[in-house]
């Protein structure tokens, strides 16, 4: 883990520990959660705002097979940025690669980490990843 991320706190909900980290990467600062003990990565987004606590189910579930990384995407000033926002925090995190499953606009911000970084994704799931992008932010990725 490199000392770029900073720990804000350790949460407990029942038997599940999550360990709350920071990463600011440019003018964004991009909160996330990492749970279990797995030897497996699982990159949860599930929402834009709290994402990394509704990946609590999911952590729950798969705690022992898996370690959770689970995140809220700040607001960028584009889509296209998310991507690169993604794989900095799997680099800092020490990942090569991952799962990951995405609901709403987390399913695209996973569709733009696998464009920029497609080796960094094993299996994907996605759910209700439709989004109102403008042609402009679908078609200009920062990678």
Request: charged share 20%; hydrophobic share 40%.
């Amino acid at each position: 883990m490199s000392g770029n991320i900073q720990i804000i706190s350790n949460e407990y909900y029942g038997d599940i520990s999550c360990t709350i980290k920071e990463l600011k990467i440019g003018e964004e600062t991009w909160r996330y959660s990492v749970s279990g003990s797995g030897n497996k990565v699982m990159l949860a987004l599930l929402s834009n705002v709290v994402g990394h606590y509704l990946a609590l189910p999911l952590i729950e579930q798969f705690k022992d097979e898996y370690q959770v990384i689970a995140l809220s995407v700040p607001p960028l000033p584009s889509f296209s940025l998310s991507g690169i926002g993604l794989a900095a925090i799997l680099k800092e995190e020490g990942v090569k690669s991952c799962d990951a499953i995405g609901h709403s606009n987390g399913g695209v911000h996973i569709q733009n980490l696998i464009k920029c970084r497609p080796e960094l994704v094993n299996k994907i799931i996605f759910s209700h990843s439709l989004t109102s992008l403008t042609r402009r932010d679908a078609d200009t990725f920062q990678c």
